[in-house]
């Protein structure tokens, strides 16, 4: 099993040296107590609770997975007491309100803080992880007394969350959706229906689970507009923070997974349990893009965990296993035979492995400073602020969770291809990162509806192409300022011309929708990758401008730190950028041959 190490030097040189995250939080109202004392300090102690704590649990906790009877959940063991050491630290409240007992930290602490856990243990991370949504939906929608009621044990880690939004007939398709909720004369109302794949949905972790459930009222509307959105504890929550009576909220199963195996994904059944109205009546859809926009960034940390992982197992066993010579002559005459990291199959999976990681958690951290800023506008009460930052965060957001998802599947695979026959055993843990990654492209939104969503929705219907125009309005931005600079030259001619044709990709796509609206389905997919492999680009542009001025200027780092950013990002551009190509033609494709055949002829029986 990978012994993992959290990536602190990768980390703090996106932070402090690329993105300049000191600069960003003395400028943002709740950033003032996020030193870089302060952030260094909290780094290391996560990354302690990472190594020492989560880390250990990872493969042990996939062969126990979880056990199931009359209704309750138990997690394997050690994983109640390495919650007990998550809570006794403060983690869980890292980035919310001081108010409610958290630490008050910018939310982009909090996304790193759920890097480093996700990549020690996926499977644990999701019990703390699904709260985080929660709690940000009760932030932004719920009532005064909402918030007092339920953000205090949420925030300290007493009580978790989920989101419990698919049924049995439905997925994606909230349309379709049929739990019911009852108005009583209290004002609280009695939800009955069924949830499935809700992911910690029942747990021995802590000691009350707080649902966020949609449900239909009597006189709701058909359709999405008439879903509406409801706190269901699973016990009744005291005035005072303590729980009371059992709720009417039952485990019926949990799933056999391919992976994530001691995370409990539970069949959940509400048979008139008592919930309470957030948000508006019939609002429940947009109330919940506030968590679906939380848990799709979440799950696209899960890429570069899963990459992360994977890379650091197959890295020290190329340099250990020994097989063959290099095609070019003995490199370690001394040896039996070669290392795998001299043959140039093998350096090119370990690359792929690298930039995948490197690049995708750039793209991350970039985003997160966007976060901040969007919760800085509901921190201020600055609708208008929020409301940029958002629009700037959603743009991004199906890229991140599309794009990095697929690539930290393909990482993980390529961990295991490294290991050859030995990648295929339990023991070595790598088999299970690919496991565990797999679900990564199909929850919370699979591939195909974030590529929907990227096309579809946020560039041709709601911006009209303007949301690409102002991200590669800053691709060009960086091109002017480094076009006199040589050795960022290669990078900026290539930053340039695929900016140019981005747009018009997206303009020729809105022209050719006009005509043959079924073009934003039977590209979107090629429009998602293609957007990806071009942002990280843009990405990696930036990490080899920042590590060229650091070898010339000094910087925290090594000489052979630098000039490893500059060889990854010339390895990204010469060998995995040209996936672009394909993409395009994809994306100019006619939908005729994906759409002639009649249904009925894709079978041969």
Excluded at 441 to 461: H, N, P, S
Excluded at 491 to 509: E, G, P
Aim: proline content about 4%; overall charge neutral.
């Amino acid at each position: 099993m990978p012994t993992y190490k959290a990536p602190l030097r990768d980390m703090r040189f996106l932070m402090n040296e690329v993105f300049d995250y000191p600069k960003h939080y003395s400028k943002l109202s709740n950033g003032a107590d996020a030193t870089p004392d302060m952030v260094d300090a909290i780094l290391g102690e996560c990354a302690k609770l990472c190594e020492e704590v989560l880390a250990p649990l990872n493969l042990s906790g996939d062969l126990e997975g979880c056990h199931f009877e009359n209704g309750e959940v138990t997690t394997p063991k050690g994983f109640k007491e390495a919650y007990d050491a998550y809570v006794a630290g403060g983690w869980q409240g890292l980035s919310h309100p001081q108010e409610y007992g958290g630490q008050g930290m910018p939310m982009s602490l909090g996304l790193i803080k759920s890097e480093m856990m996700g990549t020690a243990n996926w499977s644990f991370t999701m019990y703390p992880g699904l709260s985080l949504g929660c709690m940000n939906t009760i932030m932004q929608h719920g009532t005064t007394e909402q918030k007092n009621t339920f953000m205090p044990p949420l925030v300290e880690g007493r009580w978790t969350g989920t989101m419990c939004l698919t049924e049995p007939h439905c997925g994606t398709d909230l349309g379709q959706m049929k739990t019911k909720a009852e108005p009583q004369a209290d004002g609280s109302y009695k939800i009955t229906g069924t949830k499935i794949f809700i992911s910690a949905g029942e747990h021995d972790l802590a000691e009350n689970i707080i649902h966020i459930v949609l449900a239909r009222l009597p006189d709701a509307p058909p359709g999405t507009k008439g879903i509406s959105l409801f706190i269901v504890p699973k016990f009744i929550a005291k005035a005072d923070g303590t729980v009371g009576e059992r709720n009417a909220v039952v485990c019926g199963s949990i799933e056999h997974k391919m992976g994530i195996r001691a995370s409990a994904t539970c069949v959940m059944n509400f048979d008139g349990a008592t919930g309470y109205l957030i948000a508006e009546p019939n609002g429940g859809l947009n109330a919940m893009f506030t968590f679906m926009n939380s848990a799709r960034i979440g799950t696209a940390v899960q890429g570069i965990a899963h990459s992360e992982l994977s890379f650091q197992g197959s890295l020290p066993y190329a340099k250990e296993r020994r097989s063959m010579r290099a095609v070019s002559g003995k490199k370690e005459p001394d040896k039996i035979a070669d290392a795998l990291i001299w043959h140039g199959d093998v350096r090119r999976m370990l690359l792929t492995q690298k930039a995948i990681t490197e690049g995708g958690r750039a793209m991350l951290y970039y985003s997160a400073q966007y976060a901040d800023h969007m919760v800085n506008g509901i921190i201020e009460n600055d609708k208008a602020k929020y409301e940029k930052w958002d629009d700037k965060l959603g743009f991004l957001t199906p890229i991140l969770k599309g794009f990095l998802t697929e690539l930290g599947l393909e990482s993980a695979n390529i961990g295991m291809q490294v290991f050859g026959g030995h990648g295929y055993i339990k023991e070595h843990g790598m088999e299970q990162i690919a496991r565990d990654a797999r679900i990564a492209t199909l929850y919370e939104g699979t591939t195909g509806i974030q590529a929907l969503d990227l096309l579809g929705r946020k560039t041709l219907i709601m911006t009209r192409g303007k949301a690409v125009r102002d991200f590669t309005g800053i691709m060009l931005g960086f091109c002017k300022d480094n076009a006199l600079n040589a050795k960022m030259r290669p990078f900026v001619w290539q930053i340039s011309k695929l900016a140019a044709q981005w747009n018009m990709l997206t303009v020729r796509t809105m022209l050719t929708a006009r005509k043959d609206r079924e073009i934003v389905s039977s590209a979107c997919h090629d429009f998602l990758m293609y957007s990806g492999y071009v942002t990280m680009a843009y990405f990696w542009a930036v990490q080899a401008a920042v590590a060229f001025e650091k070898l010339e200027k000094g910087g925290s780092e090594t000489p052979e730190f630098y000039k490893a950013k500059i060889q990854t990002a010339e390895f990204y551009f010469d060998r995995l950028l040209p996936r672009a190509k394909g993409h395009v033609a994809g994306i100019i494709a006619s939908p005729k041959s994906l759409m002639q055949m009649d249904s009925d002829a894709f079978s041969m029986s």
